[in-house]
């Protein structure tokens, strides 16, 4: 009961306009919202008509309440009332207004009523279950955006939210109870839970309502545990998608959401891991970190690496190499990101697998700690305020000092920001106290190295200008009339 009257509440809230002026049904930010497709109808097909509607409203209507009904006729009764919510109405519009609410109250009832009794999910209503599901959320979505610049970003736009939600989160719910039902055996409902019904379920996760894909999330992570046979498919849809997104539209409403149930599958991966787990990581996740719109779900990618790791600590070379091969130069925001993602596996990295991967990731680092983009170079530095890393830094720190060290000096000199040159200071600071004596060596070493692109750089300019000076010398020989060089470069 209480469940009944938090989704009542929950209705009651949503149907309000979310600005003023603003009716019911319309998107955000005035104009309505993309019309639905009007295809999906009662068994019959009759949907988007009207006389159809209207027989459907006055069926409902004729129906007696259910907790009211003999407890012999329940079911049959149940089954009626899932047959006449089989339908969905154009919420785009004032029409049927009445209709709407009484069928609006028909599947609140229907939730109470599952909610409440034992055993009402039986052989012969699943189809019908499934059916008034399948009728009410299976629909065409509108075109996504294809400007990634006019992406939707959570923390400064409004959710296109979906019209018909009051009615569709009743379904949503519903069918959420129909799932998770001890009484649903999985040997018989696979019949109407198939791949077909999963690829379509999977499609509306592009919803832009973030509410929807919550519930599309929930559901669909209750069906892998359930039904067995249907494990691998949606892992094949999932990989789909995601080739999708990565090689075509660099956009998908729901990418956050298929991740966040991968993380929770790929925590169930029995050990060994199988090649075909490992295949999806190099073929699905680790090319999903070049796609433009990753701050939209990298933090989700990121537990699912290190879910990875965790499974098998010496997939942290292969992450750590694909990290590398798509870590941006120009785009600072996904640099931090990676930075970010980078310090989480290197924590679950053993000692022999850092051995491996040090040297291209520390060259990568000391590129990151001269950045001219303070954010960039500050993010870098905070890597040794982590006590396991700097822990693997001193451990190998013949081969890394002279690495770093080079780079910090650079920012001590040449850097423009002040949080920065602090930070190259306290790092410093670490390196000498670790093992003076080689930060001695590091700095002479250091010091030659600069000493050596200073003379290089002054035979440069010393004989482009003697070149300059011999062309010259032999065009006022000549007496060619040309433009005369000057200076060196």
């Known amino acids: 009961m209480k469940l009944i009257q ?66 012999g006729e329940r079911p049959e009764l149940f089954k009626k009332k899932l047959q006449a919510c089989s339908f969905m109405y154009d919420f785009n519009s004032n029409v049927d207004d009445k209709e709407k609410e009484l069928k609006r109250q028909t599947l609140l ?104 894909r919550d519930y599309l999330k929930t559901i669909l992570h209750r069906i892998y545990g359930k039904f067995m046979a249907l494990r691998a498919t949606i892992r094949k849809y999932i990989q789909n998608f995601f080739f999708k997104v990565i090689y075509e539209t660099d956009y998908h409403n729901g990418i956050a959401e298929l991740l966040e149930i991968l993380g929770s599958i790929i925590n169930g991966f029995a050990l060994p891991l199988k090649d075909e787990h490992k295949n999806f990581l190099d073929k699905s996740l680790i090319p999903l970190h070049k796609v433009k719109t990753l701050n939209s779900f990298h933090q989700q990618l990121s537990y699912c690496m290190t879910q990875y790791v965790e499974k098998d600590p010496k997939l942290a070379i292969h992450i750590l190499t694909g990290i590398l091969k798509f870590c941006p130069v120009t785009n600072t925001p996904k640099e931090v990101l990676f930075l970010n993602e980078a310090e989480e596996i290197l924590e679950l990295t053993q000692g022999s697998e850092f051995t491996i991967m040090m040297l291209p990731l520390f060259y990568r680092i000391s590129n990151c700690i001269i950045s001219p983009h303070f954010q960039v170079a500050e993010r870098t530095l905070f890597l040794w305020n982590n006590d396991y890393i700097v822990k693997h830094i001193n451990f190998n720190r013949d081969k890394l000092f002279s690495i770093i060290s080079g780079a910090l000096y650079t920012n001590s000199k040449n850097h423009w920001n002040s949080t920065v040159h602090g930070l190259t200071y306290n790092v410093l600071k670490l390196l000498m106290e670790a093992d003076p004596s080689l930060f001695d060596e590091c700095s002479i070493e250091h010091r030659k190295q600069e000493e050596e692109v200073t003379k290089h750089d002054t035979r440069r300019v010393t004989n482009w200008t003697k070149l300059i000076q011999d062309y010259n010398a032999a065009h006022s020989e000549k007496g060619w009339v040309e433009p005369v060089l000057e200076g060196a470069m």
């Open 6 to 71: 938090s989704v009542k509440r929950r209705m009651g809230s949503d149907e309000k306009p979310t600005k003023p002026g603003q009716a019911p049904g319309s998107a955000p930010g005035g104009g309505s919202a993309p019309a639905k497709n009007k295809a999906q109808g009662s068994a019959g097909g009759a949907a988007g008509n009207n006389y159809g509607k209207s027989r459907a409203g006055s069926e409902i209507s004729t129906l007696g309440s259910l907790r009211e009904a003999p407890t």
């Open 109 to 212: 009832e229907i939730v109470e009523y599952v909610n409440n009794t034992r055993n009402c999910f039986n052989e012969t209503i699943m189809a019908d279950v499934v059916e008034m599901v399948s009728k009410n959320i299976f629909r065409t979505l509108p075109p996504t955006r294809t400007n990634i610049n006019a992406i939707y970003d959570p923390e400064e736009d409004e959710p296109m939210l979906e019209c018909s939600w009051p009615h569709l989160q009743i379904v949503y719910e519903f069918f959420l109870r129909f799932v998770v039902s001890n009484d649903v055996d999985p040997k018989i409902a696979k019949r109407q839970i198939d791949q077909k019904f999963v690829l379509k379920l999977l499609d509306l996760f592009d919803s832009e309502d973030p509410r929807e």
